[in-house]
């Protein structure tokens, strides 16, 4: 069971925005950075965002996150059906010593 | 270019044991934790395990703790994660995965293919 909690979908038109939530706690969000990943069907995690906003090269800047207290949020803006993925977020929690994965986010592309 | 692949997954009886391998290649081994994130058919990442570059210090899930046992190999650039007591549970594809830095934080940059562990009688 996730201690981090995302919404289990979201969906939106081609060329809108979406934005994925991602709650945790102090001990997780709160106090450690935050990593967002990108994963299609059959394949391994993409790393799209570390230390709470940057993004690896590579990374197009329609991908943006941000970090408010115990919770972060990704943004994915003029969104494309190539976007169509699952979107987990990740931290360290502090108090468990283990890293933490959110329960994952389908993305659709109406 | 940085290569990570991992091996020995497979199919094992309920209680039996399996050690995975994850070569590495394409970067300074020691400058990196790493970790063993695994996967549910069907379900969301789990991470599993992370060890240090130097691989002084090691941390579980809850989950895994006392039957698995994370370890590097430095002068062969490998990871490796010992399961025993193997669970129906623990099914799920193991990615090895490279952590943006020397100490585990779970920010993972480059990951594995993956390799399925069946655990069913």
């Known amino acids: 069971q996730s201690v981090l909690t995302q919404p289990p979908s979201v969906s939106a038109a081609p060329g809108q925005k979406v934005t994925i939530s991602c709650s945790g706690s102090?001990?997780?969000?709160?106090?450690?950075?935050v990593s967002w990943y990108q994963q299609f069907p059959g394949t391994a995690p993409k790393l799209l965002i570390y230390?709470?906003?940057k993004r690896p090269s590579g990374i197009p800047d329609r991908f943006s996150a941000s970090k408010s207290g115990t919770s972060a949020t990704l943004g994915i803006a003029g969104l494309q059906t190539g976007d169509e993925a699952d979107y987990y977020c990740?931290?360290?929690?502090?108090?468990?010593?283990?890293?933490?994965f959110g329960t994952g986010t389908k993305v659709t592309v109406l | 270019e940085v290569q990570i692949l991992e091996s020995g997954g497979g199919s094992v009886q309920p209680g039996g044991s399996l050690r995975l391998s994850c070569a590495a290649s394409?970067?300074?081994?020691?400058?990196?934790?790493m970790n063993w994130v695994r996967q549910a058919p069907g379900e969301g990442l789990e991470w599993v395990s992370g060890?240090?570059?130097?691989?002084?210090?090691?941390y579980y899930a809850d989950s895994v703790k006392g039957r698995f046992t994370i370890s590097r190999d430095n002068s062969r650039n490998t990871l490796y994660l010992q399961m025993n007591s193997l669970r129906a549970e623990d099914t799920a594809i193991y990615f090895c995965?490279?952590?943006?830095?020397?100490?585990?934080?779970?920010?993972?940059?480059?990951w594995g293919q993956g390799t399925l562990v069946t655990v069913s009688s």
């Open positions: 995965a490279r952590e943006l830095v020397v100490v585990a934080a779970t920010q993972l940059d480059h």
């Open positions: 394409g970067f300074t081994f020691t400058s990196h934790a």
């Open positions: 060890i240090s570059g130097t691989g002084a210090s090691t």
């Open positions: 102090s001990s997780n969000i709160g106090n450690n950075h």
């Open positions: 230390d709470n906003y």
């Open positions: 990740g931290t360290w929690d502090s108090s468990l010593s283990a890293g933490v």
